[in-house]
C-alpha cells in the first residue's frame, strides 16, 4: 500500500498512523455508544448518530483513498469512490437523524434550539455534509459536470470535503465540553479521549495535502 518513493521510516510513520486512527475512531464511536445508552431516552440517540456520522462514518470515507492504510487498497480507484459516498450518503444520514432526534428532545423539553456553538456547528456541519454528498454526484457521474474537467473537480471536492471533515471535529469536540459528557467523563479521561477526534484530523489533513501536492510535483 505504501509509495515506493517515501523513505522506509517516514511509509512506517504513515502506516502506523493511519491504522491508529482507524482504531481510535471505532473506539471513541463504541465509548460514546456505551455512554449514551442509545434507546434509552430521546436524547440518547443524538451523541450516538452524531458520533457515529462525524467520528466513524466520515473519517472511514477518506480513509478509503489513503495509500497507506486504505482497507479496500486492492480495489479500483472507481470502486473506492463509490464506497466512499455510500459511507458519506451514511454520514449524512446519521447526522440528519441525530439532529431530528436533538431537535425533537428540545421541543417536547420546552427548551430553545441552536443557541450553543455546538448546537449552530452541528447544524451547519449536517447540512454542508449533505451539501458534499449532492455535490459529488458529478465526479460519479461526470455528464452532469459539462464543461468542467475531472481534475477541477476532484480538486474542489478535496478541499471543500477537508472543509466538512474539520466542521464535523470541531462538532465532536464542542460536543465533549457539554454538560452530559463532562459530567461522566473528566480530568485527564477527557484529553485523551478529545485527542480521538484531534488526531484523526491531523491524519485526514496529511492525507489531503500530500496526495494533492502529490499530483501538483508531478503535473509540474
Known amino acids: 500500500m505504501a509509495n515506493e518513493s517515501e523513505p522506509g521510516f517516514y511509509s512506517f510513520g504513515n502506516i502506523a498512523s493511519g491504522i491508529l486512527t482507524h482504531v481510535l475512531c471505532i473506539v471513541f464511536t463504541l465509548f460514546v455508544t456505551v455512554l449514551a445508552k442509545p434507546g434509552t431516552s430521546l436524547f440518547s440517540w443524538h451523541p450516538f448518530l452524531m458520533t457515529l456520522a462525524f467520528s466513524l462514518f466520515m473519517t472511514e470515507a477518506v480513509l478509503v483513498f489513503s495509500p497507506h492504510c486504505s482497507p479496500i487498497w486492492k480495489l479500483s480507484h472507481k470502486t473506492k469512490g463509490r464506497v466512499h459516498w455510500i459511507l458519506q450518503c451514511l454520514c449524512a444520514s446519521s447526522g440528519t437523524l441525530g439532529l431530528v432526534s436533538i431537535i425533537y428532545n428540545k421541543h417536547v423539553s420546552g427548551k430553545p434550539h441552536f443557541t450553543s456553538w455546538h448546537g449552530q456547528v452541528g447544524l451547519g456541519t449536517a447540512c454542508v455534509v449533505g451539501m458534499q454528498c449532492l455535490a459529488a454526484l458529478p465526479l460519479l457521474y461526470h455528464s452532469l459536470a459539462k464543461g468542467w474537467s475531472l481534475a477541477r473537480l476532484k480538486r474542489y471536492h478535496a478541499v471543500s470535503g477537508l472543509v466538512t471533515y474539520l466542521l464535523g471535529s470541531a462538532s465532536l469536540l464542542l460536543g465533549m465540553c457539554s454538560a452530559w459528557f463532562t459530567g461522566t467523563v473528566g ?34
Open 187 to 220: 480530568g485527564q479521561a477527557w484529553y485523551l479521549f478529545a485527542l480521538c477526534p484531534v488526531f484523526s484530523t491531523l491524519v485526514v489533513m496529511s492525507q489531503v495535502s500530500n496526495t494533492y501536492m502529490a499530483k501538483k510535483r508531478l503535473v509540474s
